[in-house]
């Protein structure tokens, strides 16, 4: 984990409610794809939570939803706006897991954290084979994102408005060697029940601090309780009790 | 040079900065950052004789200059704390600890801090009576003078370091648990635990926090903190811990002159994860910003 200072280089509308934000810093704390930032908000008391999108020296990605009074207000972010942030959080995904055909799953807002991973992987050499889901044409993002790293991307549209209809679940390929997956809950479910490899999800929580020390966010686990900041967000499909 | 050291009975503290119980864990997470033995001492997370996971989630909300939290006392359980977690505490923090006593019923109180007293790295306890009473419809041990004392002597009987006893907001007449306690023998009291709050989802039209309600701590309640503290100096003679919303080296200034020894950081560490640090670094500058030569000469300073 590290404090530090970051600029707003960008920050713009993507997708219905959805923007992307640029941000000029020091990522080194950031080792994983995966992991969080936790951005204090002029104005907020407890500061957000936002899953790494995509990093490189000096500059971090982070792509979030307005579903509240802290998402409007970075809504309105200007390049140039000076903010305090939290890099470093949380266990990422392990790519060293994924053998040579991962697929990767992501459902709304659920789907930045996987970029910088699909990212990862290509330049590991694997094949990975993209699912992204949306409620409906315009919530979708990312697809020529994806497709510019040089994955095979799928989209799910609920309503069918485009892509194909259905969930990230309905779209399974026959053969993919692991899967990662972020999204809501439900949809976490459904893929872990879909799903024949061993996987790794990761999940969300209100949380307090970020980094392990309120115990805002615990959850319990095959391998006893764990607080989705600090040993999440990313766990293992094998330890979760469903 | 200022003089920022503070006595609490015979034990002396290099500095009145304390973080607070459930903000700050055991210490680890702090460690990785900075060197956390800057610190007067730390409050380790409350500990009940059994594991306990605590309340379902969502456990945390977002207030006004403020939070909420309703995490229910997660902690490994009094043996876990004992022979796991001090002993690895011990190789980051090198000074004495606050050790936290939760609960259920007198006899669980009795036995947490008889054990925990034992342990040469507590410095003194502190027993949080604001969890409710499982034997008398869940009433909260720290809502009446009557359980409150007999808290105070249970623990009395059995604790081998200082008793403090950590009081809540939520009373009618804090005073006079403040007095009740005294008078069965506390030797200070930490003062305020978090003030009983809710927050509701308007778009889901429920609670936000999975148990309804919650402990609300934060910038707020700084003045409802910093009142309890001067009411209760006037009332007893015993050391006060103060805490509740304190962020700032000016307002743990205040919180001494309302009447505390020291003071507690509890929500501030949860934004800013250097603010104890901060705090205590700021500390000298503030003192000579005004006129202070030794902390311990502004306790209670403001009463006239």
């Given at each position: 984990?590290?404090?530090?200072?970051?600029?707003?280089?960008?920050?713009?509308?993507?997708?219905?409610?959805?923007?992307?934000?640029?941000?000029l810093?020091?990522?080194s704390?950031?080792?994983?794809?995966?992991?969080?930032?936790?951005?204090?908000?002029?104005?907020?008391?407890?500061?957000?939570p936002?899953?790494?999108?995509?990093?490189?020296?000096?500059?971090?990605?982070?792509?979030?939803?307005?579903?509240?009074?802290g998402t409007?207000?970075?809504?309105?972010?200007?390049?140039?706006?000076?903010?305090?942030?939290?890099?470093?959080?949380?266990?990422?995904?392990d790519?060293?897991?994924?053998?040579?055909?991962?697929?990767?799953?992501?459902?709304?807002v659920?789907?930045?954290?996987l970029?910088?991973?699909?990212?990862?992987?290509?330049?590991?050499?694997?094949?990975?084979?993209?699912?992204?889901?949306?409620?409906?044409?315009?919530?979708?993002?990312?697809?020529?994102?994806?497709e510019?790293?040089?994955a095979?991307?799928?989209?799910?549209?609920?309503?069918?408005?485009?892509?194909?209809q259905g969930?990230?679940?309905?779209?399974?390929?026959?053969?993919?060697?692991?899967?990662?997956t972020?999204?809501?809950?439900?949809?976490?479910?459904?893929?872990?029940?879909?799903?024949?490899?061993?996987?790794?999800?990761s999940?969300e929580?209100?949380?307090g601090?970020?980094?392990?020390?309120?115990?805002?966010?615990?959850?319990?686990?095959?391998?006893?309780?764990?607080?989705?900041?600090?040993?999440?967000?990313?766990?293992?499909k094998?330890?979760?009790?469903? | 040079?200022v003089?920022?050291?503070?006595?609490?009975?015979?034990?002396?503290?290099?500095?009145?900065?304390?973080?607070?119980?459930?903000?700050?864990?055991?210490?680890?997470?702090?460690?990785?950052?900075?060197?956390?033995?800057?610190?007067?001492s730390?409050?380790?997370?409350?500990?009940?004789?059994?594991?306990?996971?605590?309340?379902?989630?969502?456990?945390?909300?977002?207030?006004?200059?403020?939070?909420?939290?309703?995490?229910?006392?997660?902690?490994?359980?009094?043996?876990?704390?004992?022979?796991?977690?001090?002993?690895?505490?011990?190789?980051?923090?090198?000074?004495?600890?606050?050790?936290?006593?939760?609960?259920?019923?007198?006899?669980?109180?009795?036995?947490?801090?008889?054990?925990?007293?034992?342990?040469?790295q507590?410095?003194?306890?502190?027993v949080n009576?604001?969890?409710?009473?499982?034997?008398?419809?869940?009433?909260?041990?720290?809502?009446?003078?009557?359980?409150a004392?007999?808290?105070?002597?249970?623990?009395?009987?059995?604790?081998?370091?200082?008793?403090?006893?950590?009081?809540?907001?939520?009373?009618?007449?804090?005073?006079?648990?403040?007095?009740?306690?005294?008078?069965?023998?506390?030797?200070?009291?930490t003062m305020?635990?978090?003030?009983l709050?809710?927050?509701?989802?308007?778009?889901?039209?429920r609670?936000?926090?999975?148990?309804?309600?919650?402990?609300?701590?934060?910038?707020?309640i700084?003045?409802?903190?910093?009142?309890?503290?001067?009411?209760?100096?006037?009332?007893?003679?015993i050391?006060?811990?103060?805490?509740?919303?304190?962020?700032?080296?000016?307002?743990?200034?205040?919180?001494?002159?309302a009447g505390?020894?020291?003071?507690?950081?509890?929500?501030?560490?949860?934004?800013?994860?250097?603010?104890?640090?901060?705090?205590?670094?700021?500390?000298?500058?503030?003192?000579?910003?005004?006129?202070?030569?030794?902390l311990?000469?502004?306790?209670?300073?403001?009463?006239?």
């Amino acid at each position: 984990m590290q404090q530090s200072f970051f600029t707003v280089d960008e920050n713009v509308q993507i997708a219905k409610k959805v923007y992307k934000m640029t941000l000029l810093g020091d990522t080194s704390a950031i080792t994983a794809p995966g992991q969080f930032v936790n951005l204090k908000l002029d104005g907020s008391f407890l500061r957000r939570p936002i899953s790494v999108c995509d990093r490189a020296d000096g500059m971090l990605t982070i792509v979030y939803k307005v579903v509240g009074g802290g998402t409007e207000k970075m809504a309105a972010y200007e390049k140039g706006t000076r903010l305090d942030i939290l890099t470093g959080l949380g266990n990422g995904y392990d790519t060293s897991l994924s053998g040579e055909a991962p697929l990767l799953l992501g459902g709304g807002v659920g789907v930045p954290p996987l970029y910088l991973l699909c990212k990862e992987l290509i330049q590991q050499g694997k094949r990975p084979t993209v699912i992204l889901g949306f409620n409906t044409k315009e919530e979708v993002f990312y697809e020529k994102e994806f497709e510019a790293l040089g994955a095979a991307v799928t989209v799910t549209t609920v309503d069918g408005s485009y892509g194909q209809q259905g969930f990230v679940t309905d779209a399974l390929p026959s053969h993919y060697t692991h899967f990662y997956t972020c999204g809501p809950e439900p949809m976490l479910k459904a893929v872990h029940r879909a799903t024949e490899t061993d996987g790794q999800l990761s999940f969300e929580e209100r949380m307090g601090c970020g980094f392990g020390a309120c115990m805002g966010c615990s959850c319990k686990t095959l391998t006893g309780y764990k607080r989705i900041c600090k040993e999440g967000p990313v766990m293992r499909k094998g330890e979760i009790l469903w | 040079m200022v003089k920022t050291s503070v006595s609490l009975g015979s034990w002396v503290l290099d500095n009145p900065i304390i973080p607070a119980s459930g903000t700050f864990g055991y210490g680890y997470e702090f460690a990785e950052l900075y060197d956390i033995n800057c610190l007067g001492s730390f409050s380790f997370k409350g500990t009940t004789r059994e594991p306990r996971f605590g309340n379902p989630t969502p456990r945390i909300a977002e207030c006004p200059s403020g939070m909420i939290n309703s995490v229910g006392l997660q902690n490994p359980g009094l043996e876990k704390v004992v022979t796991e977690e001090l002993p690895k505490l011990k190789a980051c923090f090198h000074k004495p600890v606050i050790a936290n006593v939760c609960g259920f019923s007198p006899e669980e109180y009795a036995e947490v801090a008889a054990r925990l007293s034992e342990e040469e790295q507590v410095g003194l306890l502190e027993v949080n009576i604001s969890c409710p009473n499982l034997h008398a419809g869940g009433v909260n041990f720290g809502s009446s003078p009557e359980s409150a004392a007999e808290i105070t002597a249970r623990v009395k009987a059995v604790s081998k370091k200082p008793v403090y006893i950590k009081l809540s907001p939520n009373v009618t007449d804090i005073v006079s648990i403040a007095k009740a306690c005294e008078a069965e023998g506390a030797d200070g009291l930490t003062m305020i635990n978090t003030l009983l709050g809710m927050r509701i989802d308007i778009a889901r039209r429920r609670p936000v926090v999975a148990n309804k309600m919650g402990g609300f701590s934060g910038d707020a309640i700084f003045p409802v903190a910093l009142r309890c503290v001067y009411q209760v100096y006037e009332a007893v003679s015993i050391p006060i811990i103060g805490m509740g919303g304190i962020s700032s080296a000016e307002q743990v200034i205040e919180m001494m002159l309302a009447g505390a020894r020291a003071v507690e950081v509890g929500a501030a560490n949860l934004v800013n994860p250097y603010a104890s640090r901060d705090i205590v670094a700021a500390l000298p500058a503030a003192m000579e910003k005004y006129g202070i030569q030794n902390l311990e000469d502004i306790i209670g300073g403001a009463h006239g």
